[in-house]
């Protein structure tokens, strides 16, 4: 049997040991999931909203010409990619603002997370409309555009909208991006619940909210919804890493003199969610029409592919080509990793439709491991790299893993302390130990803090 001073030593070299093997103060750790935090699956905002600006609607860059294809589709060769796929079958659901449908975005109704009215089927931003069709819009003899999947089926869920406040909410004209909009992590929860369990096979959630790693916030819920979508319901999910400005400040790059953290998880700053959930979810970074990475894609550990994200063209309300958003001073270019993530969703729903036997994991091994590799193999802009629609297609590759492993949330065991020894130094020993005890953890804390 362990004496007072022997079990005080072990439990100093315990405390010691864990000390010393943590990670720096400030550093995160890839997230956990707590499966039993899974929401329920109910559509309709977290509390009742209101319309207070009026709908926004894309427009065209001056000269503009259309008659000749995207440079997305040329880039990715999505003519040749159609050859083998193109989505027939394959239900991609949209997560976004709503979708305004058209005969060559025919989208359906999937449920309304903005007005309890909805059903998903209003779009006041644009912003899902043009995700859709990128996704799987149909092509017309009068211009050259056509979506990566042009025969899935899009299930439309508006799950935010700037347009739409909670009632009551905040309103600032002088600055916008201060104003509370419709939609939060919690309701992209239940959209992300309610799609799995209205069959989709492709999730794609164009959306990323941003958060300092010093000011965490709960997100159990969402992380329990992703796993169910994928690991239960069998559907693909595809993030948009998103895009710098307001909270979503850039990431420094890993630290070379780290070598057992090769992806930077002890340099992040900024956490991006739901793009952090990878490997569960697939997380989409932004290139150029030059195949570098767009200057305002956000980069982290988390990031797996990459694909066109810049100038983009897509298709508005009526279902013609448009290039540009109304801004401030006039037009401004359509782009953000948003629209990279609806071409990486296509490809998913390509690769579903002519490997129907792929799990989740498989599918997004294949994206990854077919992808156009960066000097290094892997960087946190464009992960594996930008994806190659053809080789994904066509390439003979291994499979993989049929499921995608997680870090469970767990509560810490409680420490073991054996019965106290009754003998008559019992007490000095504990004294003595217990100052040692913690004039030992002042001097870690402070050795600690130092290395902030």
């Known amino acids: 049997m362990l004496n007072a001073v022997q079990r005080v030593g072990v439990i100093l070299l315990a405390l010691l040991l864990a000390l010393l093997s943590a990670p720096p103060v400030g550093a995160i750790e890839p ?6 935090a899974l ?10 909203t209101e319309q207070r600006r009026v709908c926004s609607a894309p427009t065209v860059l001056p000269n503009s010409n259309f008659a000749d294809k995207p440079w997305p589709n040329d880039y990715l060769q999505l003519a040749e990619a159609q050859k083998f796929a193109t989505g027939a079958g394959v239900t991609v659901a949209v997560i976004d603002t709503g979708v305004n449908g058209s005969p060559r975005v025919p989208a359906e109704p999937g449920g309304d997370f903005v007005d309890q ?3 998903g089927m209003s779009d006041c931003d644009s912003h899902g409309t043009l995700t859709a069709s990128i996704i799987a819009g149909r092509g017309s003899p009068t211009d050259g555009f056509i979506g990566v999947a042009p025969d899935a089926r899009i299930l439309s869920l508006r799950q935010t909208s700037e347009a739409f406040q909670p009632v009551g909410a905040r309103q600032d004209p002088n600055d916008p991006n201060t104003t509370q909009t419709a939609g939060s992590l919690r309701s992209l929860a239940r959209a992300v619940v309610h799609a799995a369990n209205l069959g989709a096979q492709v999730i794609n959630i164009s959306e990323a909210a941003c958060y300092k790693i010093t000011r965490p916030i709960d997100e159990t819920g969402l992380g329990a919804a992703v796993n169910y979508a994928v690991n239960v319901k069998n559907a693909v999910v595809v993030v948009a890493a998103g895009n710098t400005g307001q909270d979503c400040s850039q990431n420094p ?10 992806r930077g998880w002890q340099q992040v700053q900024t956490v991006v969610s739901p793009a952090w959930y990878s490997p569960l979810v697939l997380t989409v970074g932004s290139i150029n029409d030059n195949g570098q990475p767009s200057n305002f894609s956000m980069s982290g550990p988390w990031v797996g592919a990459a694909a066109p994200g810049a ?9 013609q080509p448009v290039n540009a958003l109304q801004g401030q001073d006039g037009p401004i270019p359509i782009g953000g990793t948003s629209f990279s993530a609806a071409y990486v969703s296509g490809l998913a729903a390509l690769l579903k439709q002519r490997f129907p036997e792929l799990t989740p994991a498989q599918i ?3 994206i990854t491991a077919t992808a156009r590799h ?3 193999g892997v960087d946190n802009y464009v992960g594996a790299g930008v994806i190659d629609p053809v080789a994904a297609l066509t390439w003979e590759v291994p499979e993989g893993p049929t499921a995608i492993p997680y870090r469970v949330k767990q509560l810490p065991p409680p420490v073991h302390v054996p019965p106290p020894d ?9 004294i003595g130990a217990g100052l040692t005890l913690v004039l030992g953890i002042a001097a870690l804390t402070r050795r600690a803090l130092r290395r902030r």
Do not use: C, E, K
């Open 31 to 36: 997230p956990s999931i707590d499966p039993a």
């Open 39 to 48: 929401p329920p699956d109910q559509t309709g905002p977290d509390s009742p």
């Open 117 to 119: 009215a909805g059903n």
């Open 253 to 262: 790059p890993p630290d070379p003199a780290v070598p057992t953290d090769p």
């Open 311 to 319: 100038n983009i063209t897509a298709l508005g309300y009526d279902g």
């Open 364 to 366: 997004m091994n294949r």
């Open 374 to 376: 960066p000097g290094g």
């Open 422 to 430: 009754r003998g008559p130094i019992t007490w000095v020993v504990v």
